[in-house]
């Protein structure tokens, strides 16, 4: 029995992080092509290679097609074994590593789980301290640390700055607090007095109104903060808000936390820690 799903497997000896990363990313080119993905990690043994190879085998016989396979392992032993799989074979770490060898006149040192260690120049400590902060000033909990921020996120309930504060933490070591624009301060045409000295650190998030309805719809069902009417209210007051006063903004409908943070990025300039 055939399958209109086409099996992809992501498969490292580490986290299969790298694998996966690259990997998502390839096949998000072929958004008209279903998949059905399965990470393996951990597969640093001949013995436990052998058993992916079965199980990617049986995926191909299973679905008609021939499973793609995203790797980026390191041992040799282990690389031969799934060198025989019935699979179409991405050799990550090979396809990029060896022109890269090439070029700097020197072999890497093919260490295993090296492009998420914790890096030795206070990079990991910074992003641990980011993480923190975001936590400490998320929803405006606390507005006394807003001098200490690399950014202060804006926007209406649900908008998606709680998730966006803790990826830009993680992911490059900033400070990032965020503050919720509430019904009450739509109504003014100034920006709160806790934001007021802090502007030029300001950047809004915005959504479309049915959207965000859904989302508050799962919070609170059939409450006037989840109606459509509220939610349109309240979206074209907020931009309108930030028109007025000059800030920055995007629109996280349909955006992923990652590329939301890399637009975010792009506009405010700010460095990234990235190790």
């Known amino acids: 029995m055939t399958s ?33 993905k399965t990470t393996l990690p951990y597969i640093d043994s001949v013995e436990k290679a052998k058993k992916v190879v079965a199980e990617i ?6 679905c008609g097609t021939t499973p793609i396979v995203f790797d980026t392992i390191v041992n040799q032993e282990v690389r031969d074994v799934l060198a025989n799989c019935d699979g179409f074979l991405v050799d990550i770490f090979q396809t990029f590593l060896k022109p890269l060898e090439r070029e700097l006149g020197k072999g890497s040192s093919y260490s295993v789980g090296m492009s998420h260690a914790v890096a030795p120049d206070g990079q990991y400590a910074r992003r641990i301290d980011a993480i923190n902060f975001a936590l400490d000033n998320d929803d405006g909990a606390r507005i006394r640390y807003y001098d200490q921020a690399d950014l202060i996120l804006i926007g209406v309930s649900r908008s998606g700055k709680t998730p966006t504060s803790l990826y830009l933490a993680m992911q490059y070591g900033l ?6 624009l509430t019904e009450d301060d739509l109504d003014d045409d100034r920006l709160p007095d806790s934001l007021r000295k802090y502007k030029t650190k300001l950047f809004g998030l915005t959504i479309d109104p049915e959207r ?64």
């Open 4 to 36: 209109e799903n086409r099996p992809v497997f992501f498969i490292s000896d580490g986290t299969g992080l790298t694998a996966e990363g690259l990997g998502q990313a390839l096949l998000s080119q072929f958004d008209t092509i279903p998949f059905e």
């Open 57 to 62: 085998n049986a995926a191909g016989i299973e």
């Open 175 to 180: 400070n990032v607090a965020n503050y919720p």
């Open 212 to 275: 965000l309805q859904a989302i508050r719809e799962m919070r609170r069902p059939d409450s006037r903060y989840a109606s459509l009417k509220q939610c349109q209210y309240e979206i074209n007051e907020v931009e309108a808000l930030y028109r007025r006063h000059a800030i920055s903004f995007l629109s996280t409908t349909e955006r992923s936390v990652e590329e939301i943070s890399a637009r975010i990025l792009q506009v405010t300039g700010k460095r990234r820690s990235v190790s």
